[in-house]
């Protein structure tokens, strides 16, 4: 019996060479993508881009598909006759990870270079490779019984692992789906307006103004353009913006993007006087930014504020370029204008 455990601790050389190079992959992705990951959460994190479970869950269960993989290789090193079923099972998961990375860089290779779909590739055809070669070597038929392999242990390992999997990811996938719902745009036609209201079909706020309404192209911070509608109001001694778009998170990158892309193209920089706030309305997020400025030898206040909705993936944001005026004054009425804001639309919707 012990002659026989050795026997299966040595593969043939095919197989030490893809299993040396699963071994290899999973640690330099250990080295290299977990001090990545730790960066971005906690990044994000003081950012407030995301909450602490949205960004530490994945990567909880990322280290513990490597953990798990590594497992699986030491139990082949040791002849273990379940060691087969586990390596699999690290593999179809890895499978999955390189079929999401693959399609995270075609949208690069798209719209920048083809390069940064390379790696992914390797990866997933290495993975691949090494599944077939796993179904068919008659080697590993002949070392590893298929009979052996029935309800190991291991096997039940990656199961549970599955299981948690499925769980979490499931209910992640329930709130975006329902996030994805309440984000959908309603026809302005079968929607009943209060006078005096304004609507593009994903907000609504109140206001006796003009306003010239447009679609607009913006760049978001991962550099894909998305449109915009866009209201906007001017006179003699105020300019006024409004921006309705959606925002899978709440992110404060993407806040940051239409912020730099709603400057006033005509305001001279340095400013004299920076201030920068956050506030919650009605459990959604909202950033403030003010600025004292001049163009033209002109002072001017520009504030620029932003409202992500809680409930759906939807944003709003106020541009108000004002003369005459002071900071408090502005940042009271961003705050009253972000509390006017009516994002869910479903109670106006006509009755058919």
Not at 44 to 61: F, G, H, K, Q, Y
Not at 100 to 123: C, D, E, Q
Not at 276 to 289: A, H, L
Request: charge should be negative; glycine fraction near 4%; include cysteine.
């Amino acid at each position: 019996m012990n002659e026989e455990n050795d026997n299966r601790k040595i593969p043939n050389t095919a197989f030490s060479v893809l299993l040396f190079l699963f071994f290899y992959m999973l640690i330099r992705m250990f080295f290299r993508d977990v001090p990545l990951r730790i960066a971005t959460w906690r990044d994000v994190v003081l950012s407030e881009d995301e909450t602490v479970i949205e960004i530490l869950l994945p990567t909880i269960l990322y280290i513990v598909w490597m953990l798990l993989s590594l497992w699986s290789i030491v139990r082949l090193l040791k002849g273990k006759p379940d060691c087969v079923v586990c390596l699999r099972w690290a593999l179809v998961f890895g499978l999955f990870m390189a079929l999401g990375r693959v399609g995270k860089a075609l949208g690069k290779a798209l719209t920048i270079h083809v390069s940064y779909v390379i790696p992914s590739a390797l990866l997933l055809l290495f993975i691949v490779v090494f599944l077939v070669y796993l179904a068919r070597s008659g080697a590993v038929k002949r070392i590893y019984p298929v009979s052996d392999r029935r309800f190991s242990p291991g096997g039940w390992i990656w199961v549970t692992y599955l299981a948690i999997w499925i769980a979490l990811y499931s209910v992640s996938l329930v709130q975006i789906t329902k996030k994805n719902r309440n984000t959908q745009k309603i026809p302005v036609a079968e929607l009943a307006l209060p006078e005096n209201s304004h609507c593009d079909g994903r907000i609504l706020f109140e206001s006796l103004l003009e306003w010239e309404v447009s679609d607009e192209e913006l760049v978001g911070y991962d550099g894909e353009p998305y449109s915009v509608s866009r209201h906007r109001h001017e006179s003699d001694s105020i300019i006024l913006s409004v921006w309705c778009g959606v925002s899978e998170k709440a992110r404060h990158s993407d806040y940051m993007s239409v912020l730099l892309q709603a400057i006033p193209f005509d305001i001279s920089w340095p400013v004299e006087e920076g201030v920068i706030s956050d506030t919650v309305i009605d459990e959604d997020q909202c950033y403030i930014e003010q600025y004292k400025c001049e163009t033209d030898s002109v002072s001017f206040t520009w504030s620029f504020s932003v409202r992500f909705d809680s409930r759906s993936n939807k944003y709003c944001a106020l541009s108000l370029l004002t003369k005459r005026s002071s900071l408090d004054s502005d940042f009271e009425n961003s705050v009253r204008f972000l509390k006017s804001v009516v994002f869910d639309l479903t109670p106006y919707i006509k009755e058919k």
